[in-house]
């Protein structure tokens, strides 16, 4: 039993990764926002779609940002030239 939970969560763990080098990133100004419906749309016309619209609370067009993405699904969204300490 030991042994089935081991190897469970070994391909758990290794899913995850997969799923992560998987996703792409893409950098671009935002043209519009609606977090409440969990879409971005970046100005090269690019949108966005994420499960989670609060990921988009505080993001204004205009703003740069960066997209992890899988396709058109959204999976974060990130400051691509945070301040250096």
Same mark, same amino acid.
């Given at each position: 039993?030991r042994?089935?939970i081991? /190897?469970?969560a &070994?391909?758990?763990?290794? /899913? ?5 080098i /998987? /996703?792409?990133? #893409?950098?671009? #100004?935002?043209? &519009?926002? =609606?977090a &409440?419906? *969990?879409?971005?749309?970046l100005? =090269?016309?690019?949108?966005f779609n994420?499960a989670n619209? #609060?990921q988009l609370?505080?993001?204004? +067009?205009?703003? #740069?940002?960066?997209v992890?993405?899988d *396709?058109?699904? *959204?999976l974060?969204a990130? =400051? +691509?030239? +945070?301040?250096?300490?």
């Amino acid at each position: 039993m030991r042994n089935l939970i081991l /190897a469970a969560a &070994s391909v758990a763990f290794l /899913a995850s990764g997969a799923a992560a080098i /998987a /996703a792409e990133q #893409t950098e671009g #100004t935002v043209t &519009s926002v =609606n977090a &409440s419906a *969990g879409t971005l749309t970046l100005q =090269n016309g690019q949108t966005f779609n994420f499960a989670n619209g #609060t990921q988009l609370y505080g993001i204004l +067009p205009g703003q #740069t940002v960066g997209v992890s993405h899988d *396709g058109s699904q *959204g999976l974060g969204a990130f =400051n +691509p030239k +945070p301040a250096n300490d």
